[in-house]
């Protein structure tokens, strides 16, 4: 019962620096997502993708990538770290069916200094 | 573009007295609506959806919910509140044949004892 997973957890960068965050999931879902969750501001989309080599954009991409190579993963990059990306990053898949339910990782902690 | 309303911050309900919290929406065609509840330092978990037919949805935990198309609202709620319904709630709308999933800003429920 794998499900949505994140890695990593936690992770502290310093302002400038580049990172990769990992989300795989193991239930064959097309749609998979990235959030970012700031206090206040509630979830906000990052970037979106229905499907390998598929993208889009979502309500807040700038200052990230994001690539879709096979079914299963959709990773995050940020290519030049600020602290104003400081913030719990979710990643969340579904069926492309539009009324499947969603469901997310456990979240990754992103400090950056 | 759809979007979501929250337009409580918290609601604080006393410990077997009924519960609602807020929501409403805009979409251009017609919505697929999510209610989600986040527990401190965890990911989002499921309690129910609106797709199509009864307009009074029954999730997880004695949750339901309401749709109601001329208000364009999908208001949460729950016949006698438990200390253990405390956490933070989320609205979600998908506008279908959009891809997209966009959540509210949230809204923390505190259930006093």
């Known amino acids: 019962n794998a499900g949505v997973t994140q890695t990593p957890k936690f992770q502290v960068l310093k302002t400038g620096q580049s990172m990769t965050l990992q989300c795989a999931q193991d239930?064959?879902?097309?749609?998979m997502s990235w959030y970012r969750q700031d206090p206040g501001m509630g979830l906000r989309l990052i970037h979106y993708?229905?499907?390998?080599?598929?993208?889009d954009q979502g309500e807040v991409p700038n200052g990230y990538n994001v690539s879709r190579s096979t079914t299963e993963d959709f990773p995050l990059r940020l290519l030049s770290a600020a602290p104003s990306q400081t913030s719990v990053y979710f990643c969340?898949?579904?069926?492309?069916?539009?009324?499947?339910?969603?469901?997310f990782g456990e979240g990754s902690w992103l400090t950056v200094v | 573009a759809q979007s979501v309303a929250q337009p409580e911050d918290q609601v604080n309900v006393a410990e077997g007295n009924p519960l609602t919290v807020k929501c409403t929406y805009s979409v251009s065609g017609n919505p697929y609506l999510f209610w989600y509840v986040q527990y401190p330092n965890r990911g989002l978990q499921f309690l129910l959806k609106y797709i199509t037919g009864d307009n009074l949805v029954k999730g997880s935990y004695g949750f339901e919910a309401e749709f109601n198309k001329s208000q364009t609202s999908f208001h949460l709620k729950k016949p006698s509140a438990l200390v253990s319904d405390s956490a933070l709630y989320f609205c979600?709308?998908?506008?279908?044949?959009?891809?997209?999933?966009?959540f509210g800003k949230g809204t923390r429920l505190h259930i006093l004892p």
């Open positions: 979600a709308v998908r506008d279908i044949g959009d891809d997209k999933i966009i």
């Open positions: 969340a898949s579904s069926r492309t069916d539009s009324g499947n339910t969603i469901y």
């Open positions: 239930m064959n879902h097309e749609y």
């Open positions: 993708s229905v499907g390998a080599g598929i993208t």
